[in-house]
Nanobody, 117 residues
Framework: QVQLVESGGGLVQTGGSLRLSCAAS????????MGWYRQAPGKLRELVAR???????WYADSVKGRFTISRDNAKNTVYLQMNNLKPDDTAAYLC???????????WGQGTQVTVSS
């Protein structure tokens, strides 16, 4: 059974930082496309960053230079370091793991990030 458990969300002021974690079980993060998505109220879910062995790391234009996705293979955990946060970054952040980009894969329950102005 695959489980993805996110943590690290919270309330932060504009310009602050947070680090999200996604602890995986039943799936090997280094063998899969591991992505962070976010969904704000009334908006579509969007891919924020994705990492996969042997593939260039991908970031949404809106977070380039501010967010960094990384992976600890020994802990089977994926991270999202978020710096210089803006109110527009407010959303539920969800971890996803999939064998291929075309598949839906597995989802975590999400962690809320709220950035106050």
């Amino acid at each position: 059974q695959v489980q993805l458990v996110e943590s690290g969300g919270g309330l932060v002021q504009t310009g602050g930082s947070l680090r999200l974690s996604c602890a995986a079980s039943g799936i090997i993060v280094s063998d899969n496309y591991m992505g962070w998505y976010r969904q704000a109220p009334g908006k579509l879910r969007e891919l924020v960053a994705r990492i996969r062995t042997g593939v260039p790391t991908w970031y949404a234009d809106s977070v380039k230079g501010r967010f960094t996705i990384s992976r600890d293979n020994a802990k089977n955990t994926v991270y999202l370091q978020m710096n210089n946060l803006k109110p527009d970054d407010t959303a539920a952040y969800l971890c996803n793991g999939r064998r291929l980009p075309s598949l839906d894969g597995y989802w975590g329950q999400g962690t809320q990030v709220t950035v106050s102005s």
